[in-house]
């Protein structure tokens, strides 16, 4: 029996009926201010919501800033509310410059590949397609969750020409489509500049790299991370066996991995509020987001 707000969102999360890097941020930042209302302990609602998607730094951004300005606010729940209202105005002036800088690589007949459902990527391509311009993208079916499938569905809505691939058609598509670039969403941005996203995004990025495309990162800063350096930088998240096989066969283990890492080498660009950048770039932005600076970067 769920309690309240705070209690649906963290299972929204956990269940990913709320889904994607940036929504589950968001989500993280309400349902902090929600346990706030409802009178609850500050410290483990924030551990709480820390550990429904690991490999998601936009969530732990979200939430230490959350936690930050409930502290200094002695909880005081309009003061919590406020700090909400101010997160998601950011997040939304983030995507917005995001999607200006991005939109900028389209070129009309360009072809395009995406993997996964990034929020930041189809919003780029869809502004890119109202301006007028016309291109073609191919979108992977993500499995076990299958979110490809609402990325093509946003694309077609938008009137992009769309083909759905399945995961293991990726670099067969890039090596015969002529793709002019393969569009990533973040999870998370390491200090080092590797990328954590959907899994399966290293295997795409190195099929790009082996025949010269350009592999572009679409995320606002607050999903790089101040902490992750090394070569695991997050924890990756496993998911439940049941997702990938529904009904267990007898002697047979499942493994469902639901992140992987890019290494920097194999991205050309970063698309942020601020600009693109370089994965060189990013530990500056790591650098100021680890001294509680957690604004709109602007270059
Ligand atoms: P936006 C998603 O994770 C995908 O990995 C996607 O690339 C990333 O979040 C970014 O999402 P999941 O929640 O913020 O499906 O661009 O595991 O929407």
Known sequence: MLEGEFEDTVDAIRTMRIRGAGAIARAAARAMAAAVREGRDIEAARRTLLNTRPSAVSLRNAVEFMYQRATAAGEDPDAVDSA?????????????????????????????????????????????????????VFATETRPWGQGHLTVQALASAGIET?????????????????????????????????????????VASAARDH????????????????????????????????????????????NPVFD????????????????????????????IGAGDLSPHVA
């Open 84 to 136: 909400a209202a101010e997160f998601e105005a950011y997040a939304a002036e983030a995507r917005a410059g995001v999607v200006r800088h991005g939109s900028r690589l389209m070129v009309d007949f360009g072809r395009y590949l995406t993997h996964c459902n990034s929020s930041a990527v189809i919003d780029t391509l869809v502004a890119a397609r109202r301006s007028g311009r016309r291109f073609e």
């Open 261 to 288: 890492v890019t290494p920097p080498e194999m991205v050309k660009g970063i698309v942020t509020e601020g600009g693109i950048i370089t994965p060189s770039q990013a530990r500056a932005i790591c650098e100021r």
């Open 212 to 255: 010269g495309v350009p592999v572009y990162v679409f995320t606002e800063t607050y999903k790089f991370s101040p902490a992750a350096m090394g070569r695991n930088p997050v924890p990756i998240e496993e998911r439940p066996a049941e997702e990938v096989l529904p009904c267990p066969i007898p002697g047979v283990k499942v493994r």
């Open 163 to 203: 083909t759905l691939i399945v995961d293991s058609a990726a670099r067969h598509i890039i090596a015969t489509e002529d793709i002019h670039a393969v569009l990533l969403g973040a999870d998370t941005v390491t200090m080092a500049g590797s990328l954590i996203n959907k899994v399966g995004t290293a295997s």
